[in-house]
């Protein structure tokens, strides 16, 4: 009987050691990220002081895959600019008077550059002169 508790020891002993190295793992990984993100942020800063405007479109490009720098780009930061503001009007909607849809989503995985929403945020992005006329997108997939 004590030979069975001792392999089942051993075995555990084991098992720890795996998860040990997992987390070693996940630590490095996690190290690396960070890295990353880092580097990252520096040069992004170091180019926003130089030229802002290059800066900006090197943020949409790498982090969000749009090219700014074409019509077809610019419309997309538009879209974009559009979601983010329906998701604050969302959360607005949600904390003063209850969730008005739960399927709603911001399809982005990062925000846009705040600076982008401009001065006239309701003229420019949501193409009416006041915000009781802006109305969230409700079309969402069930899934």
């Given at each position: 009987?004590?030979?069975?508790?001792?392999?089942?020891?051993?075995?555990?002993?084991?098992?720890?050691?795996?998860?040990?190295?997992?987390?070693?793992?996940q630590a490095q990984m996690?190290?690396?990220?960070?890295?990353?993100?880092?580097?990252?942020?520096?040069?992004?800063?170091?180019?926003?002081?130089?030229?802002?405007?290059?800066?900006?479109?090197?943020?949409?490009?790498?982090?969000?895959?749009?090219?700014?720098?074409?019509?077809?780009?610019?419309?997309?930061?538009k879209k974009m600019l559009?979601?983010?503001?329906?998701?604050?009007?969302?959360?607005?909607?949600?904390?003063?008077?209850?969730?008005?849809?739960?399927?709603?989503y911001y399809p982005y995985?990062?925000?846009?550059?705040?600076?982008?929403?401009?001065?006239?945020?309701?003229?420019?992005?949501?193409?009416?002169?006041?915000?009781?006329?802006?109305?969230?997108?409700?079309?969402?997939?069930?899934?």
């Amino acid at each position: 009987m004590s030979d069975v508790a001792e392999v089942e020891l051993e075995t555990l002993d084991d098992m720890g050691k795996a998860d040990m190295g997992a987390m070693d793992a996940q630590a490095q990984m996690e190290q690396e990220v960070e890295k990353q993100n880092l580097k990252y942020m520096t040069d992004f800063v170091k180019l926003y002081t130089e030229d802002a405007g290059k800066a900006k479109a090197y943020f949409y490009q790498t982090k969000i895959n749009i090219d700014v720098t074409t019509e077809d780009g610019a419309n997309a930061r538009k879209k974009m600019l559009k979601k983010y503001l329906e998701g604050m009007q969302w959360v607005l909607f949600y904390y003063y008077k209850g969730s008005p849809h739960w399927r709603w989503y911001y399809p982005y995985h990062y925000a846009p550059m705040i600076s982008d929403l401009g001065i006239n945020i309701v003229q420019d992005y949501l193409g009416t002169t006041t915000i009781s006329n802006f109305e969230i997108d409700f079309n969402c997939p069930v899934n």
